[in-house]
Structures are given as C-alpha cells and as structure tokens.
C-alpha cells in the first residue's frame, strides 16, 4: 500500500521563477491538502483539494494556486518566487468521511531553495 | 483566527523517565486531536489521536484530553533516546482543516 508519494525532493530556484511540485495520495484517499514549514515552525495550512476543487484556504497570496486531478494527485504552483517561500513543502492526503474524523497522513516533502 | 500552542522546546528529559508534551487551543468547536512526531528533515509521522475527554494508551504513549480547559497532552513513558524528535499538536474540527502548533522539541538524554 503506497503511502503518500511527493515529487521532487528537494528544488533550487531563483527569486521571480514559477514552481510546480507534484503529490499522489495515499491509496483509498480523496484529499489532499498542501502545507508550508519554515524551519523551526509547525506546517501552515496552504489549501485543500476535494473533488478536484479547493475546498479551503489558507492565508497565502494568491501567488500559491494547485489543482486535484480526477485521479485525486495534486499540484501545487506557486508563482513569482521570493526568498520567504523557502521552506518545505508537505503534502498531506486525507479521506472525506462526512460527520467522521478524518487522520492526516504527509508525503516525505519537497525542500524548496529559493535564492 | 484559530491557534494552537506548544512550549517550544526544547524539553530535555533522562532515558527512562516520563516526558510530558502539552498543547493548548483557542478553537471550542475542535473536534480531533493529533499528535505528530517529526524527526529532524523528515516529514510529520502520525502517533496518536484522541476524540474524547480523557486518555487514550496506545504503547508507551498516552494522550490526555480536556475539552472545557481546552487542553491535551502527550506522556511519554520510559523515554527513549529514539523518542528525540519534535512534536507537533494538531487539531481539527469536522470538515475544516487541521491546524498546527509550532512543535515541541524533546530531547532524551542517554
């Protein structure tokens, strides 16, 4: 059972580049949702795709933008880089179960380097 | 704005003895707890959850929960160097999604 896969690793790139980082959910999950960690911080909430719709947000310009696929993987963009949006990116995957708990599950992260 | 908060850390504690991780949050209408365990550049592992008041055992772990003092809480029992790591407190409330805190940074000392 493949758990929640993110690509790439890690990405260097320069201040006013466009970026583009990539995440399947965990089998059996319909969610996904897409956080930042500066370092020394806990994950902030960037946006949640549900049915190919961002459900929530976050308080993030709207620089940072993403798309669900029918297959229910992820992107997310984020345009214009500047030094602040350094810090790694969590992909978490969840399963929409109305009137449940859900439980968060994160992908390994992608480390961008924005110089 | 709904916040979750920790001590920062970091929390130094001898192998063997008991660590106790606490988090407070601002949101009544929270609903799920979480407790995530973060190794230092890995991502956050998911250890334990809790829905109701009280505690909940799983292992060496107990998570406590007071909703009226909207309080919850994390025992570590017989601390192992390998428990090192930071610790993040998380809650979530039916449909809206999960809100962090900024981590507890536990040490366990051989």
């Known amino acids: 059972d493949a758990g929640v896969t993110q690509s790439p690793t890690h990405l260097i790139k320069t201040r006013g580049q466009q970026v583009t980082l990539r995440c399947s959910p965990k089998s059996g999950h319909d969610t996904v949702s897409w956080y930042q960690q500066a370092l020394g911080q806990g994950p902030q909430f960037i946006f949640q795709y549900y049915e190919e719709e961002e459900r929530q947000r976050g308080n993030f310009p709207d620089r940072f933008s993403g798309h669900q696929f029918p297959n229910y993987s992820s992107e997310l963009n984020v345009n214009a880089l500047l030094l602040g949006d350094s810090a790694l990116y969590l992909c978490a995957s969840s399963q929409t179960l109305t009137g449940t708990n859900e439980k968060l599950f994160f992908g390994s992260g992608t480390q961008l380097s924005v110089l | 704005q709904k916040e979750v908060e920790q001590n920062s850390g970091p929390l130094s504690v001898p192998e063997g003895a008991i660590a106790s991780l606490n988090c407070t949050y601002s949101?009544?209408?929270?609903?799920?707890f979480f407790w995530y365990r973060q190794y230092s550049g890995k991502s956050p592992e998911l250890i334990m959850f809790?829905?109701?008041?009280g505690d909940k055992e799983d292992g060496r772990f107990t998570a406590q929960l007071n909703k009226a003092s909207q309080y919850v809480s994390l025992l570590i029992r017989d601390s192992q160097p390998s428990d090192s790591a930071t610790y993040l407190c998380a809650v979530n409330n039916y449909g809206q999604n999960f809100v962090f805190g900024p981590g507890t940074r536990l040490s366990v000392l051989p």
């Open positions: 949101d009544r209408g929270s609903q799920s």
């Open positions: 809790i829905y109701s008041n």
